[in-house]
Structure formats: C-alpha cells, structure tokens
C-alpha cells in the first residue's frame, strides 16, 4: 500500500459485518415474513446477495432478492456520462406491502439512495423501505440515514472509499480509503 491507501477492511471482517447485518435485519423486522431484499447494482447487488445467503443459512428461508439499476433515476445523469451504461433491473417479485431492504455499498451524499426510491416507487409501493450500507462514510447532502451500517468511517472530501468484492473485481474483498487523485 502506498501511504495514500488505508485499508479499513479485510474479507473476515466484511463476512463478520455482513453476518451481523443479516442478524440486524432479522431481529428488526422479527423474522423473514414479509421481507424482502433490493441490491442497488453493482456492488449494492452482491452485498444483498450475500445478506440474502446468510439469512438463509440463519432462518432457512430463501427471502425475495431484486437488483435495481438507478441509472436513470440519477440527478447528475448529464455529469456522469453522454452515453450512460443501463444494466437491468430485476425485481420478478411485487414490492407492494413488503418490508423492504434496500442495500448499497456506501452512504455518502445519498443521492444515490434517493434515485433508488424514485426507482423503486415504479414497482409498487412497500410498507417500509430499511436501508442497509456496508460502509456510511458522512458527508450528507440529503436527509438520508442508513437503518443497518455495516462500518461508519468518516472521511475527508478528498477520499474515496473503494469496497473491492472478489464477484467483479477478481481480488479479494477489502474496503479502502483512498485519496483522489492518487491509486
């Protein structure tokens, strides 16, 4: 590691986290009646998964698992790209009166969680939407909280927080702080 990388979190640590996170989920929402999961594509959806396997291995219950893309829901859309990626979004399941949990790799400004509820409002309506975070790094623009955060790590505006998870990134699972600018 360079002296600009700081590593917060290993692979045990992040099966701990999401361990403890599925335990969380549960105990709230007293069981897996009525609950479902939502992963924000790309990282929000493998966390999910594997909330989704460690509630299995807990209840032995399969609970209903959809991937969501906000890209279109964005509001820096024209910011982020001319030409922006639309991945599917699969939710085969009605969210209509479902405990809903939605969750993501990192809090920060909530944007992103706030074009996933637009996203969401086009597939019913729950009677509650929980959201669930890996990390909640601070830095708020919106009035978004996190129900479930795996780690809160507070960060400079000059860091990004990189989530590494061995499904798309090919290496093992680690969280790292990084300063823009420098890799």
């Known amino acids: 590691m360079t002296p600009f990388n700081t590593k917060v979190m290993d692979k045990e640590t992040l099966r701990r986290i999401i361990s403890r996170l599925a335990h969380e989920i549960l105990e709230k929402n007293k069981g897996t009646e009525n609950l479902c999961l939502v992963g924000?594509?790309?990282?929000?959806?493998?966390?999910?998964?594997?909330?989704?396997?460690?509630?299995?291995?807990?209840?032995?219950?399969?609970?209903?698992?959809?991937?969501?893309?906000?890209?279109?829901?964005?509001?820096?859309?024209?910011?982020?790209?001319?030409q922006p990626i639309l991945r599917a979004t699969l939710i085969d399941f009605d969210i209509t009166g479902k405990n809903l949990v939605l969750v993501d790799d990192v809090l920060y400004t909530g944007r992103t969680i706030r074009a996933a509820l637009d996203a969401l409002?086009?597939?019913?309506?729950?009677?509650?939407?929980?959201?669930?975070?890996?990390?909640?790094?601070?830095?708020?623009?919106?009035?978004?909280?996190?129900?479930?955060?795996?780690?809160?790590?507070p960060t400079s505006l000059d860091q990004d927080v990189q989530v590494v998870l061995k499904e798309i990134d090919e290496k093992d699972d680690e969280v790292v702080i990084v300063k823009r600018g420098k890799q």
Not at 45 to 71: F, H, M, S, W
């Open 40 to 82: 924000i594509r790309t990282r929000g959806a493998i966390l999910a998964e594997r909330i989704q396997a460690c509630i299995k291995k807990i209840e032995n219950v399969q609970v209903p698992l959809g991937i969501l893309d906000i890209t279109l829901y964005r509001d820096d859309l024209t910011l982020v790209d001319t």
């Open 121 to 153: 409002t086009d597939f019913g309506r729950p009677a509650s939407i929980q959201l669930a975070v890996l990390i909640d790094r601070g830095h708020r623009e919106l009035p978004i909280r996190a129900d479930y955060a795996g780690k809160n790590i």
